[in-house]
């Protein structure tokens, strides 16, 4: 069956814009990961989904970033006003009910200008 | 402050080395444990996992990691390296032990596999 999918997987921005990144879970999976892997870093938790509701947003750098999930399944990471130092690859992850092995997605590079 | 630390940033194996990648974790209780791989273009995939029971672990692709008490460590072994295996290799912890919610990756090694 088909992994996680990501979209766009590039996106150049300029500093100050608003952007959407995609991402296609699994199919049946109920949750959902978004984790942020800045240039010589290991993947940083931002938001964790179970179902339709953020269980633990505690990861998400400030209130510029947001993310939604309400049909339970797509999720979109939302980054207003970017900043340079937003510039990461952004990588979604979903797993089945209660938990159980995280599937990534190949990620979204971000290179805010 | 809780970590997780992987002290080699590059390492280069020769072609059917053995192979051993280090991992230590600085947190109160022992967490869950995992080692994830991540080729060029590709997303990260589960090598293997350590909640509790048997030390010794196997995983995919002919890995093993070995959980150790004493020394706060969870090192990736493989006895015999092949040129695929070239990738980038992260240590992760769950440390609320609550299944895979909520990971804490080290910065990763990148294996270089020379011929």
């Known amino acids: 069956g088909a992994g996680v999918s990501q979209t766009p997987s590039n996106k150049v921005t300029e500093k100050g814009k608003y952007v959407e990144l995609r991402c296609d879970p699994i199919?049946?999976?109920?949750?959902l990961y978004w984790y942020r892997q800045s240039l010589g870093q290991g993947p940083e938790f931002l938001i964790y989904?179970?179902?339709?509701?953020?269980?633990?947003d505690s990861g998400l750098p400030n209130d510029r970033f947001f993310a939604v999930r309400p049909e339970g399944s797509v999720s979109t990471l939302k980054i207003q006003r970017t900043e340079r130092g937003d510039s990461a690859v952004y990588l979604c992850?979903?797993?089945?009910?209660?938990?159980?092995?995280?599937?990534f997605g190949p990620g979204t590079r971000l290179t805010v200008t | 402050a809780q970590s997780v630390t992987q002290p080699d940033i590059h390492i280069t194996v020769s072609e059917g080395a053995s192979l051993e990648l280090r991992c230590n974790y600085s947190?109160?209780?022992?967490?869950?444990l995992f080692w994830y791989v991540q080729s060029p273009g590709q997303g990260l995939q589960l090598l293997l996992k350590?909640?509790?029971?048997?030390?010794l672990v196997q995983g995919i692709k002919g890995f093993e990691a070995e959980f150790k008490r004493s020394q706060s460590s969870f090192n990736l072994r493989k006895p015999s390296v092949h040129w695929s295996d070239a990738a980038e290799y992260f240590c992760?912890?769950?440390?609320?032990?609550?299944?895979?919610?909520?990971?804490?990756f080290g910065t990763g090694t990148r294996l270089l596999v020379s011929p």
């Open positions: 992850a979903s797993s089945p009910a209660g938990g159980g092995e995280q599937y």
């Open positions: 199919s049946g999976h109920t949750a």
């Open positions: 989904f179970q179902g339709t509701g953020a269980a633990d």
């Open positions: 947190y109160g209780a022992t967490p869950y």
């Open positions: 350590y909640f509790s029971g048997d030390t």
């Open positions: 992760a912890v769950d440390p609320l032990n609550t299944g895979f919610q909520k990971l804490v």
